[in-house]
């Protein structure tokens, strides 16, 4: 029986024990995803010690970070994003070797790129500054969409959400909600950008994935935006998971 699991703190509503077991069940793959909550992140050498068939975790808040020093290799994409959501484990020399990834960044390209229109989506806002904003940033890069961070607090490099005026708006096409903003219960909060001045050439797209349709897609769409919440790149990223465990 192989087996991985979902390391963090807490872990009392877990998509990805879910996603997991259904795909086993569907695709008859002879394997279990368990939740392996940790006190700190020190116990993750433990739990690998006891759990001899653990082929590989996922890593969600507040380690994604954290587990870095526990690795042996660390993917090129993750070093560059500086966080880590998937780790497979292998043997090497007798040993047990982790490697860390990133599958949030293979999610995001997948989900934003179909909607991409490269003669109008060049520039991109991205609403946020924490850890799921470092992935995106990562793949923009890779889609050769120029980019800034939107804040609430004024920093070099970066703007302020009272930056954003017709020009700005008129120039990026491409807003991402990197923020928990709208995320259920709080469902009536959503980025304090203008969206009176977002067009039908502007593209919002929002990680956030519960409710379906966020305030901010709902503002964005009412001025006839393209939109997408973040639940395809939830998928997406699982599968990439499930590619870097199996590679």
């Known amino acids: 029986m192989k087996r991985y699991g979902l390391i963090g703190m807490p872990l009392v509503h877990s998509f990805s024990q879910r996603y997991f077991t259904e795909k086993f069940a569907k695709e008859s793959i002879t394997a279990e995803y368990n939740l392996y909550p940790l006190e700190k ?26 587990i870095i020093p526990y690795l042996d290799e660390l993917d090129a994409d993750a070093a560059e994003v500086g966080a ?21 960044i293979y999610g995001f390209y997948n989900s934003i790129k179909p ?18 904003s470092k992935a995106v940033k990562t793949m923009l890069k890779k889609l050769g969409i120029e980019f800034v961070f ?32 709208g995320t259920f219960p709080n469902i009536d909060t959503c980025p304090d950008i203008p969206y009176d001045m977002i067009t039908p050439e502007h593209l919002a ?7 379906e349709e966020t305030l901010f897609l709902k503002k964005a769409k009412a001025q006839g935006a393209t939109v997408k919440n973040g639940l395809e790149m939830l998928h997406l990223q699982a599968e990439g998971a499930w590619r870097y465990w199996n590679e």
């Open 84 to 104: 880590v959501n998937v780790v497979r484990i292998s043997m090497k020399d007798g040993k047990r070797y982790l490697k860390g990834f990133n599958s949030d």
């Open 150 to 181: 939107v804040s609430r607090t004024a920093k070099e490099g970066q703007l302020t959400y009272a930056d954003l005026d017709k020009s700005v708006m008129d120039e990026y096409k491409v807003i991402v909600n990197c923020s928990p903003l």
């Open 41 to 66: 992140i020190e116990d993750v050498v433990d739990l690998i010690e006891r759990t001899q068939d653990l082929k590989g975790f996922n890593v969600t808040i507040p380690y994604k970070q954290q």
């Open 115 to 132: 909607l991409l229109k490269p003669d109008i989506h060049k520039k991109a806002l991205i609403l946020g500054t924490g850890g799921a």
């Open 205 to 211: 797209f929002d990680l956030v994935y519960n409710p």
